[in-house]
């Protein structure tokens, strides 16, 4: 096995333990976000266990005597040959410098979205509070306490009977 392919499955063997899976877990909403969540979880550590076993072992060296025993020296040297003439290329990595700097980027705008989405939650969760409140308190509460909380809808209602709408 070339070392490159060996250092590729260490690189990723570290970098699945350095991967906050529950953390991650914790920011997803959804059902639909966790199923899917999962399924790339599951993925990766098959591929993971893949990259670990198949490829982070040296294969067995022939055993050439063997062979020449049952088989005959000439055949065996012929086909011992042959093998050591084989080179396996190196792999060269010509698609990480293309994506790199676009995964970098998606990063970023990953972050963003995520500041922009923990925002919004709290805004969410404040209203459910204030809908929530509203609720318990609806029965029991008058137009001026209502007025007194939404200032704009007193304007906006107080505009239109001045101005003679109806709304019809």
């Given at each position: 096995m070339s070392g490159t392919v060996k250092k590729i499955a260490d690189v990723t063997f570290k970098a699945g333990r350095t991967i906050d899976w529950d953390g991650m877990a914790k920011l997803l909403v959804t059902d639909e976000a966790?199923?899917?969540?999962?399924?790339?979880?599951?993925?990766?550590?098959?591929?993971?266990?893949?990259?670990?076993?198949?490829?982070?072992?040296?294969?067995?060296?022939?055993?050439?005597?063997?062979?020449r025993k049952g088989i005959g020296s000439r055949l065996v040297d012929?086909?011992?040959?042959?093998?050591?003439?084989?080179?396996?290329?190196?792999?060269?990595?010509?698609?990480?410098?293309?994506?790199?700097?676009?995964?970098?980027?998606?990063?970023?705008?990953?972050?963003?979205?995520?500041?922009?989405?923990l925002k919004e939650s709290e805004r969410l969760e404040k209203e459910v509070a204030e809908v929530q409140e509203l609720k318990k308190k609806l029965s029991t509460m008058t137009?001026?306490?209502?007025?007194?909380?939404?200032?704009?809808?007193?304007?906006?209602?107080?505009?239109?009977?001045r101005n003679d709408y109806w709304g019809y």
């Open positions: 966790r199923k899917e969540f999962s399924n790339l979880r599951r993925a990766f550590d098959d591929v993971n266990s893949q990259l670990q076993t198949k490829f982070s072992q040296e294969p067995e060296p022939i055993n050439w005597e063997y062979y012929m086909y011992k040959e042959a093998y050591e003439s084989i080179e396996i290329p190196k792999f060269e990595d010509t698609v990480t410098p293309q994506y790199k700097p676009k995964f970098d980027a998606l990063l970023v705008e990953l972050k963003e979205a995520e500041k922009q989405s137009a001026e306490e209502y007025f007194a909380k939404h200032p704009e809808l007193k304007k906006k209602f107080d505009d239109e009977i």
